[in-house]
């Protein structure tokens, strides 16, 4: 290995006097001007050999020849390959985006879908929501028995603005009231009430889901 055509660092500080930038030093006729630079290797860094050295004043000591660490370089690749299948697993095959609201909640009269191939909607004929704070105390649930989540989403019917959307909600659960995310002068406003199904297992899977139009009364 040519030792001149690698970086070359100081092993004893002592071969160099405080306060010089540089100093001569003598190998076999040979005469070399040295910087100190470090005194640690960095992390993919490795010594791969010595170079015997005497400076101008008679002090003996030894160059470091240093060269590039493959085994770090080729961990730390692999570390940084692991880290980013395992943030692609953990985007593709995390959970659906509950609503943290939801709470468990039993429909009026122990009302329960017991047909596993259809999904039991609430009905909305009137929403009501408090001018001063946009709060509705309607309740916006996902009857138990269905197989399958339920996402809400209103929109006013004229603009098609979404003026709210819940998260997923479970079968059994419901979200006990809720705030609008626009700010509406009092009166009467005919909206859409979507409601998304979604697959249990597979929830990123659409399923067939519903509208139903109704009347969002601000007072």
């Known amino acids: 290995m040519a030792w001149r055509s690698l970086p070359i660092f100081l092993e004893m500080s002592n071969l160099l006097k405080k306060g010089n930038k540089k100093s ?16 640690k290797l960095n992390f993919f860094e490795k010594i791969v050999g010595y170079v015997p050295c005497i400076d101008e004043e008679g002090t003996s000591g030894w160059l470091w020849i240093i060269g590039k660490s493959k085994a770090r370089i080729l961990s730390l690749l692999l570390i940084l390959l692991l880290l980013a299948r ?7 095959n995390r959970g659906p985006d509950l609503d943290e609201a939801a709470v468990a909640y039993q429909m009026p009269n ?42 809400y989403e209103i929109r006013l019917t004229d603009t098609q603005e979404v003026i709210y959307q819940s ?6 659960k419901a979200i006990l009231g809720f705030d609008l995310d626009s700010e509406l002068e009092e009166g009467e406003y005919e909206i859409e009430v979507v409601l998304d199904a979604f697959d249990l297992n597979e929830h990123e899977q659409s399923l067939n889901g519903g509208v139903i139009y109704a009347t969002l009364q601000v007072e």
Not at 86 to 92: D, H, K, L, N, Q
């Open 110 to 151: 122990y009302m329960v879908n017991k047909d596993p191939d259809q999904v039991l909607i609430p009905g909305y004929e009137t929403i009501r929501v408090d001018k001063d704070n946009m709060h509705s105390e309607t309740i916006l649930v996902n009857p138990e028995g269905n197989l399958c989540y339920m996402q």
């Open 24 to 39: 001569i030093l003598d190998l076999d006729n040979y005469t070399l001007s040295i910087f100190p630079l470090k005194s």
């Open 86 to 92: 395992a943030a692609v697993y953990f985007i593709t």
């Open 167 to 172: 998260g997923f909600l479970e079968p059994g």
